[in-house]
């Protein structure tokens, strides 16, 4: 899971060792402590890959 930040770089991601908790604690600690909006963007499943 990836969550970034529409309105500056932010960005935080489980391919940087955080779980995926982790990743949602700091996403909502960013748009606590700067009002901005953070998205997520979750990778497409395997089989969607696979596919084909
Ligand atoms: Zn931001």
């Known amino acids: 899971m990836?969550?970034?930040c529409l309105?500056?770089?932010w960005?935080?991601?489980t391919s940087e060792g955080y779980s995926e908790k982790?990743?949602?604690e700091?996403?909502?600690e960013h748009?606590?402590?700067t009002g901005h909006t953070v998205?997520?963007?979750r990778l497409p499943p395997p089989a969607?890959?696979?596919e084909n």
């Open 2 to 4: 990836c969550k970034y």
């Open 7 to 9: 309105e500056c770089e």
């Open 31 to 33: 748009f606590v402590e």
């Open 22 to 24: 982790e990743v949602s």
């Open 11 to 13: 960005q935080i991601s």
């Open 39 to 41: 998205d997520s963007l």
């Open 48 to 50: 969607a890959i696979i």
């Open 26 to 28: 700091k996403a909502i």
